[in-house]
């Protein structure tokens, strides 16, 4: 893994909380992404080097509604930049981590993205992300 890609917070309401990380952060989201095949809206910010995803649940059944329902709004995974996403998930199944997304996926903002369940990395959901090759 490289460095981190971005840091996932779940929240209940994407154009509240918008405003409220423009104030923070002094300076709005540069984009907004639906991703409907994960039934989530999400919302995009630069803070120097670093990027803030918020997400949104865009229907009843979305891993975002389900996360809110658990344990409320907050921190939801950290991602991070994978150069070979094929070859950095057989490394962690060799490892013994459990990859939520055997094929990688389609994110938002141009990626390709697997997750790893928390259950095996001390309950924080981790994301691995590759740039997507033109
Ligand atoms: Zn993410």
Do not use: W
């Amino acid at each position: 893994m490289r460095k981190i890609e971005h840091i996932g917070i779940a929240v209940k309401d994407l154009e509240v909380s918008n405003e409220l990380f423009e104030k923070l952060f002094g300076a709005p989201h540069y984009k907004i992404e639906s991703v409907e095949s994960e039934g989530v809206k999400t919302s995009f910010f630069q803070v120097g080097p670093n990027k803030i995803e918020l997400l949104e649940a865009t229907k009843p059944d979305s891993p975002i509604a389900k996360f809110i329902e658990k344990k409320g709004e907050g921190i939801h995974h950290i991602a991070f930049d994978v150069e070979d996403i094929e070859s950095e998930i057989k490394r962690l199944q060799a490892e013994g981590f459990i990859v939520l997304n055997e094929t990688p996926k389609s994110g938002a903002d141009n990626k390709l993205v697997a997750f790893l369940h928390p259950k095996s990395t001390n309950g924080v959901l981790i994301e691995l992300c590759q740039e997507r090759k033109a």
